[in-house]
Each structure stands twice: as structure tokens, then as C-alpha cells.
């Protein structure tokens, strides 16, 4: 789905990003161009961001298991 109409950002784009390396807005707007023109993205775009975040913390959160 398209996030920036103005830049033709999508979420995928903005999820690989993610997934790189780039973990905060400035780094997205920076690499590609998000919220640079009109702004009105910068929520959902953050909103991914989170939710990424959430997952690749979920993955390497470690594993307990209860000892009997």
C-alpha cells in the first residue's frame, strides 16, 4: 500500500528499510524521502516503523522454557 503519495513511498518500502538498519524517521526521510513534501504520511509511516521494531525484537527475544 502506498504510504507517501507525494515520494510513491510504500509500506514494503518503508518495512525493508527497517529491516536494514534505518530505525528512526530522520533516517527514513533521509534515504527516501519520506514526509519531505507534504507531511501528512509521517504517522503511518512511524506507525510502521513500530510495528516493525516490534517484530524484530519479538524474534530475538530469547526463549525460556520451565524446568520441572
Do not use: H, N, W
Not at 518500502?13 to 534515504?31: D, N, P, Y
Not at 509521517?42 to 524446568?67: H, N
Amino acid at each position: 500500500m502506498y504510504v507517501c503519495l507525494c515520494r510513491g513511498i510504500t509500506d514494503t518500502q518503508i518495512r525493508k528499510a527497517v529491516q536494514a538498519g534505518k530505525t528512526e524517521f530522520r533516517q527514513l526521510k533521509q534515504s527516501l524521502e519520506v514526509g519531505a513534501q507534504c507531511g501528512k504520511c509521517v504517522r503511518m509511516a512511524m506507525e510502521i516503523i513500530s510495528t516493525e521494531l516490534d517484530k524484530i525484537e519479538s524474534d530475538q527475544a530469547p526463549l525460556y522454557y520451565e524446568v520441572a
